[in-house]
Protein backbone atom coordinates (compact mmCIF):
# COMPACT_ATOMS: atom_id res chain seq x y z
CA UNK A 1 0.00 0.00 0.00
CA UNK A 2 1.18 3.76 -0.26
CA UNK A 3 3.17 4.73 2.89
CA UNK A 4 4.27 8.14 3.61
CA UNK A 5 7.90 6.23 5.17
CA UNK A 6 8.94 9.16 7.56
CA UNK A 7 6.09 8.57 9.32
CA UNK A 8 6.57 5.20 9.34
CA UNK A 9 9.74 5.28 10.20
CA UNK A 10 8.90 7.27 13.48
CA UNK A 11 6.48 4.59 14.70
CA UNK A 12 8.87 1.73 14.40
CA UNK A 13 11.56 3.90 16.32
CA UNK A 14 9.17 4.74 18.96
CA UNK A 15 8.20 1.44 19.46
CA UNK A 16 12.12 0.51 19.88
CA UNK A 17 12.63 3.88 22.12
CA UNK A 18 10.08 2.76 24.59
CA UNK A 19 12.19 -0.56 25.56
CA UNK A 20 16.06 0.19 24.84
CA UNK A 21 17.79 0.62 27.47
CA UNK A 22 18.67 4.34 28.98
CA UNK A 23 21.97 3.48 27.91
CA UNK A 24 21.75 3.84 24.05
CA UNK A 25 20.73 6.60 22.61
CA UNK A 26 18.42 6.42 19.73
CA UNK A 27 19.06 10.16 17.45
CA UNK A 28 16.62 10.60 14.50
CA UNK A 29 17.88 12.64 11.86
CA UNK A 30 14.39 12.50 9.17
CA UNK A 31 13.19 15.43 7.91
CA UNK A 32 9.76 16.54 7.91
CA UNK A 33 9.28 16.04 3.53
CA UNK A 34 7.14 13.36 2.35
CA UNK A 35 8.47 10.37 1.66
CA UNK A 36 5.45 8.64 -0.16
CA UNK A 37 6.34 4.50 -1.58
CA UNK A 38 4.53 1.40 -2.28
CA UNK A 39 5.63 -0.87 0.23
CA UNK A 40 4.22 -4.22 2.04
CA UNK A 41 4.10 -2.53 5.73
CA UNK A 42 4.55 -5.88 7.58
CA UNK A 43 7.46 -6.52 5.58
CA UNK A 44 9.21 -3.40 5.81
CA UNK A 45 8.48 -3.35 9.50
CA UNK A 46 10.21 -6.60 9.71
CA UNK A 47 13.19 -4.90 7.67
CA UNK A 48 13.57 -2.25 10.11
CA UNK A 49 13.64 -4.67 13.14
CA UNK A 50 16.06 -6.91 12.32
CA UNK A 51 18.27 -3.89 11.18
CA UNK A 52 17.72 -1.98 14.53
CA UNK A 53 17.54 -4.73 16.72
CA UNK A 54 21.52 -5.41 15.15
CA UNK A 55 22.05 -1.94 16.13
CA UNK A 56 21.02 -1.96 19.96
CA UNK A 57 22.66 -5.99 20.27
CA UNK A 58 26.37 -4.77 18.87
CA UNK A 59 26.10 -1.05 20.39
CA UNK A 60 28.51 -0.24 23.33
CA UNK A 61 27.23 0.89 26.63
CA UNK A 62 26.51 4.87 25.84
CA UNK A 63 26.25 4.13 22.08
CA UNK A 64 24.14 6.29 20.17
CA UNK A 65 22.33 4.55 16.78
CA UNK A 66 21.48 7.19 14.16
CA UNK A 67 18.43 7.50 11.92
CA UNK A 68 18.40 8.83 8.71
CA UNK A 69 16.37 9.42 5.60
CA UNK A 70 17.25 11.24 2.37
CA UNK A 71 15.73 11.67 -0.78
CA UNK A 72 18.27 10.84 -3.99
CA UNK A 73 16.92 11.20 -7.34
CA UNK A 74 13.75 8.54 -7.42
CA UNK A 75 15.05 6.74 -4.61
CA UNK A 76 15.16 7.43 -0.89
CA UNK A 77 18.02 6.55 1.21
CA UNK A 78 17.65 5.21 4.47
CA UNK A 79 20.55 4.16 7.06
CA UNK A 80 20.81 3.07 10.65
CA UNK A 81 23.86 3.56 11.84
CA UNK A 82 25.54 2.76 14.96
CA UNK A 83 28.43 2.79 17.08
CA UNK A 84 29.82 -1.03 17.75
CA UNK A 85 32.63 -3.01 17.18
CA UNK A 86 32.30 -3.19 13.20
CA UNK A 87 32.51 -5.47 10.78
CA UNK A 88 35.85 -6.59 8.95
CA UNK A 89 35.99 -4.95 5.25
CA UNK A 90 36.08 -9.08 3.53
CA UNK A 91 33.42 -9.77 5.70
CA UNK A 92 30.89 -6.80 4.73
CA UNK A 93 28.84 -8.64 2.14
CA UNK A 94 28.20 -12.18 3.23
CA UNK A 95 26.08 -10.73 6.65
CA UNK A 96 23.05 -10.64 4.02
CA UNK A 97 23.99 -14.32 3.57
CA UNK A 98 21.54 -16.71 5.45
CA UNK A 99 23.01 -17.96 8.50
CA UNK A 100 26.69 -15.88 8.22
CA UNK A 101 27.49 -14.47 11.50
CA UNK A 102 30.79 -12.45 10.82
CA UNK A 103 32.72 -13.39 14.22
CA UNK A 104 31.50 -16.92 15.31
CA UNK A 105 33.18 -16.70 18.80
CA UNK A 106 32.54 -13.15 19.51
CA UNK A 107 28.58 -13.21 18.48
CA UNK A 108 28.15 -16.71 20.30
CA UNK A 109 27.38 -14.57 23.89
CA UNK A 110 24.83 -12.56 21.32
CA UNK A 111 22.80 -15.21 19.96
CA UNK A 112 20.67 -15.33 17.18
CA UNK A 113 20.80 -17.42 13.97
CA UNK A 114 22.39 -15.46 11.47
CA UNK A 115 19.14 -14.87 9.41
CA UNK A 116 18.36 -11.03 10.08
CA UNK A 117 19.87 -9.69 7.15
CA UNK A 118 19.32 -12.14 4.72
CA UNK A 119 15.44 -11.42 5.16
CA UNK A 120 16.09 -7.73 5.51
CA UNK A 121 18.02 -8.04 2.20
CA UNK A 122 14.80 -10.40 0.30
CA UNK A 123 12.45 -8.08 1.15
CA UNK A 124 14.07 -4.51 0.14
CA UNK A 125 14.64 -6.48 -2.90
CA UNK A 126 11.07 -7.32 -3.09
CA UNK A 127 10.37 -3.61 -3.28
CA UNK A 128 12.81 -2.71 -5.87
CA UNK A 129 15.19 -1.59 -3.75
CA UNK A 130 18.91 -2.35 -2.95
CA UNK A 131 20.35 -2.94 0.83
CA UNK A 132 24.07 -2.94 1.55
CA UNK A 133 26.81 -2.28 4.87
CA UNK A 134 29.75 -0.14 5.55
CA UNK A 135 31.51 -0.53 8.86
CA UNK A 136 34.66 0.62 10.05
CA UNK A 137 36.23 -1.76 12.68
CA UNK A 138 36.47 -0.68 16.19
CA UNK A 139 34.15 2.11 15.19
CA UNK A 140 30.67 1.27 13.80
CA UNK A 141 28.29 0.02 10.96
CA UNK A 142 25.53 1.48 9.25
CA UNK A 143 23.14 -0.46 6.95
CA UNK A 144 21.86 1.69 4.24
CA UNK A 145 19.02 0.90 1.46
CA UNK A 146 17.01 2.41 -1.00
CA UNK A 147 13.66 1.97 -1.96
CA UNK A 148 11.90 4.16 -4.97
CA UNK A 149 9.86 6.97 -4.38
CA UNK A 150 5.93 7.27 -5.44
CA UNK A 151 5.56 9.70 -8.62
CA UNK A 152 4.42 12.88 -7.62
CA UNK A 153 0.73 13.17 -9.77
CA UNK A 154 1.57 15.85 -12.34
CA UNK A 155 -1.22 18.59 -12.92
CA UNK A 156 -2.29 18.80 -16.75
CA UNK A 157 -1.98 16.05 -19.49
CA UNK A 158 -3.10 12.28 -18.21
P1 LIG B 1 19.50 -13.15 13.94
O1 LIG B 1 19.29 -11.78 13.33
O2 LIG B 1 19.01 -14.25 13.06
O3 LIG B 1 19.03 -13.23 15.34
P2 LIG B 1 22.25 -12.39 13.70
O4 LIG B 1 21.95 -11.05 14.26
O5 LIG B 1 23.54 -13.04 14.07
O6 LIG B 1 21.08 -13.41 14.04
P3 LIG B 1 22.05 -11.14 11.10
O7 LIG B 1 21.14 -10.11 11.65
O8 LIG B 1 21.74 -11.70 9.75
O9 LIG B 1 22.20 -12.36 12.10
O10 LIG B 1 23.53 -10.55 11.02
C1 LIG B 1 24.58 -11.37 10.50
C2 LIG B 1 25.89 -11.06 11.18
O11 LIG B 1 26.32 -9.76 10.77
C3 LIG B 1 25.83 -11.00 12.69
O12 LIG B 1 26.02 -12.27 13.27
C4 LIG B 1 26.99 -10.07 13.03
O13 LIG B 1 28.20 -10.79 13.03
C5 LIG B 1 27.00 -9.13 11.85
N1 LIG B 1 26.30 -7.85 12.12
C6 LIG B 1 25.04 -7.52 11.72
N2 LIG B 1 24.71 -6.28 12.12
C7 LIG B 1 25.79 -5.81 12.80
C8 LIG B 1 26.09 -4.56 13.46
N3 LIG B 1 25.19 -3.57 13.51
N4 LIG B 1 27.32 -4.44 14.03
C9 LIG B 1 28.21 -5.45 13.98
N5 LIG B 1 28.00 -6.63 13.38
C10 LIG B 1 26.80 -6.82 12.79
MG1 LIG C 1 20.21 -10.00 13.61
Redesign the pocket.
Known sequence: EKTEFITFFHHVIDRFDMNVSENITLQRELPNGQFYVWMDKDKMTQVLD?II???I??SPEGGTIRFNVVKQNNQMLASIE?Q????AYEKLNK??ERF????KA??RK?????????IAKEMVEAHHGKIW?K?KEGK??T?LFTLPLMNKKRRGKK
Open positions: NSNAKYDGMGIIFYRADRTFGGTGLGLAASGTI
